[in-house]
């Protein structure tokens, strides 16, 4: 009996260079994943047209999943049509590919978003107030590149504008804000809080991101932070969809045993739903913080791509992983008196 591996990964800061946006230094582990016939499924916020491009760039022929798990994209005969029947999933045919939809349309994230900013006179921006040239120098992405980035299908990207902040207070917007939330009373914000916008600090930030959760919350959306970005977004997150494919998976290999790679806030989901999670470090190398739940994690000690190629090196060399597949016996003999998934993570650690 054997035991089939699939790996999910996060992309930028990840796989991806953060400033370069290369996969360089990860290509020679990659393309051994790739002859050992291991999936690698792509889970990023990226757009379906950036991540569809990367799969092309990768050699890569699997599912992937966009926009904060925003929908799952499988090429069109990956699973066959009776695994959705049996799980109940609907999907949509789209230009060769099966889509599972699991986040909510663009339009309507773009509607709360101007909502709050209006009621909060608070100087959000998001990706749709922005051109092409904005995107490109904000992010370092090519013309090209930025294009596929701006077509949002469950997703906007947000960041708060601390220029635009000053402006905002030089010319007295503050006091129309104050105004006119007070007469409407439609702004969650309360006057002091503005005020000590003037000394914007991480505190002041933390307060008013909390502030538009709630706001967003209900509105059954969800706000959460990116290696660059804020991104608002349904109720979806990378772990559901990660989750979706798991169960796909399970029917087209039988066991499996999965492994997971991000670097930021909104890989937490995708980090507790796969079986070996790997925390790859910072540019600086240093390590994003871990909320509650996410425990005996691999942390790497390179970061991006370096860190994405350390960790699954140590991962196929640790199963002994031959042809994509590992005898189940090897996998357990490795973890012999580690019957649960928590000692097996504390046992990986110690190997
Ligand atoms: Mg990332």
Known sequence: ??????????????????????????????????????????????????????????GLKHPFIVENGGAVFMPEN?????????????????????????????????????????NTSLPLIGFGDLTLDQVAALTGLGKKEAQRARLREYDEPFFLESSLLAKWLQ?????????????????????????????????DIRRVLRRIRQEASRYGLRITAGG????????????????????LYRLKFGRIITIGLGDSANDWPLLEAVDYPVLVARPDGSHAKLPPGVKNIYKTRK????????????????FGISEGRAAISTVENKFKSAPNKKQKREKIKNL
């Open 171 to 203: 010319t007295g917007k503050k006091n129309q804000a104050l105004k006119r939330n007070e007469g409407t009373g439609s702004s969650r914000l309360k006057k002091n809080e503005l005020i000590s916008y003037k000394h914007w600090g991480p505190n």
């Open 228 to 247: 660059r970005f804020y991104h608002l977004t349904g109720r979806n997150d990378k772990g559901q969809a990660v989750r979706l494919l798991c169960k």
């Open 303 to 318: 970061p991006g791509p370096r860190g994405w190629a350390e960790a699954i090196k140590y991962f196929l060399s640790s």
């Open 1 to 58: 009996m054997s035991v089939r591996f699939v790996i999910f990964t996060d992309l930028d800061a990840t796989l991806l260079d953060h400033r370069t946006y290369s996969f360089k230094p990860a290509k020679p582990v990659l393309e051994k994943v790739k002859k050992l016939k291991i999936p690698v499924v792509l889970c990023t916020s990226k757009t379906r047209a950036e991540t569809e491009a990367l799969t092309r760039e990768l």
């Open 78 to 118: 990956y699973f066959p049509a009776a695994f959705f029947k049996k799980l109940g999933l609907k999907t949509v045919k789209n230009n060769g590919y099966r889509v599972v939809e699991l986040g909510r349309p663009y339009r309507r994230l773009r509607q709360f978003f101007k909502l709050v900013r209006k």
